[in-house]
């Protein structure tokens, strides 16, 4: 690998300012305010894909999102960057039939030009979905 294919470092700056603008969207969801955190050809894989989005995928994926848990919140608790990827800790927060479900969740975003270029989304789907069957009942 040369140094021109090396991805550019994120600055501390960058980073910041990726993490303002990630949490503004989710606070509330903004499923379609989310493509401009993007390239259009993006890789995000989000559970439950099994295989990555581009950016049309992805903002379609939060729309259904959205309607299942229309007050769903995203706060974003710490981060971190190493070169082109920024880790993003987060606290989530939707209402099921009148009940506040709280779970936590870690996004890996890779940048380029201050946009997403390939991310992957991770948290506990099994305690998501216990969390959501027990306020069903």
Known sequence: MTMETHPKALTHEEAANYVARFAERWNPLQP??????????????IPPMTSPADRVGVIAHFEGTKKLLPDLRLVPTRWAANGDALFIEWRAEATVKGQT??????????LRD?????????????????????AMR
């Open 101 to 110: 479900l709280t779970w936590t969740g870690v996004d890996r975003v890779q």
């Open 114 to 134: 201050g946009k997403t270029y390939a991310a992957e989304a991770y948290w506990d789907t099994r305690r998501v979905a216990e969390l959501v069957a027990a």
């Open 32 to 45: 379609a305010a989310l493509g401009d955190l993007m390239h259009e050809d993006t890789q995000n894989r």
